[in-house]
């Protein structure tokens, strides 16, 4: 079964730098990539959704890209802000006749300081 | 105006116990979910219905029960509640544009 892999360590980074995080997957390669921020005592919130064939997507200050060859996703966060620092996770979707089943990563932590 | 509601937000109960919990949605989205995220954060699916039609169930022990009485809702039934149990149950929502839309959540707590 897909595995996600995503850095459990929390990313402490200073406001208006680059915040960088890093999404691994094993076994089969996913239809498409989606990452979501989740804040404490929240559900999680859709961002940004790259699919198989798309090296890269951008919203706003944010970026994804999707490395086929290393299996690997990376988000960044441009110009960080304190408003940023969440719990980011990511998740990859096969498609089915009906329903997409996502497997989620256990999420990266972000800590953005003034 | 709430898009993904769920009820109740937090849950505590005995072992033992049977307990239910609600989702609705309100954005016209064919397909529900229900996840759960344990203390680790990890988020596994459980169930997905289709239009009131079970399309995925993981490996869910046989005291969770789901139940779409239509499209815009989907309910946790839990008989026989373990500690092992407790976590937070998400429902999500999906339509055919990509991206799903989480409940706030519902904190199970068994004691």
């Known amino acids: 079964s897909q595995k996600i892999e995503q850095n459990s360590e929390a990313l402490n980074i200073q406001e208006g730098k680059t915040a960088t995080l890093t999404c691994n997957y094993t076994?089969?390669?996913?239809?498409?990539l989606q990452w979501y921020r989740q804040d404490p005592g929240r559900g999680p919130v859709f961002l940004l959704l790259i699919r198989e064939n798309e090296k890269e997507k951008r919203k706003e200050r944010l970026k994804v890209t999707f490395d086929t060859t290393l299996k690997q996703s990376l988000f960044h966060i441009t110009a960080s802000q304190p408003a940023d620092s969440a719990t980011y996770l990511c998740d990859t979707g096969v498609f089915k006749a009906a329903g997409n089943k996502l497997t989620f990563g256990g999420g990266t932590r972000v800590l953005v300081k003034p | 105006d709430t898009a993904v509601s769920q009820t109740p937000k937090y849950l505590v109960t005995q072992m033992g116990n049977d307990k239910s919990i609600k989702c609705e949605q309100n954005l016209g989205h064919d397909t529900m979910y229900w996840y759960k995220q344990d203390s680790k954060k990890f988020l596994k699916i459980m169930f997905s219905y289709n239009n009131k039609e079970l399309i995925i169930n993981e490996t869910v022990p046989n005291r969770f029960s789901p139940k779409s009485p239509d499209k815009a809702h989907l309910n946790l039934h839990i008989n026989s509640l373990e500690l092992g149990d407790s976590a937070v149950y998400f429902c999500?929502?999906?339509?055919?544009?990509?991206?799903?839309?989480f409940g706030s959540g519902t904190r199970l707590t068994v004691v």
């Open positions: 999500a929502s999906a339509g055919t544009n990509y991206g799903y839309t």
């Open positions: 076994n089969y390669s996913p239809a498409y």
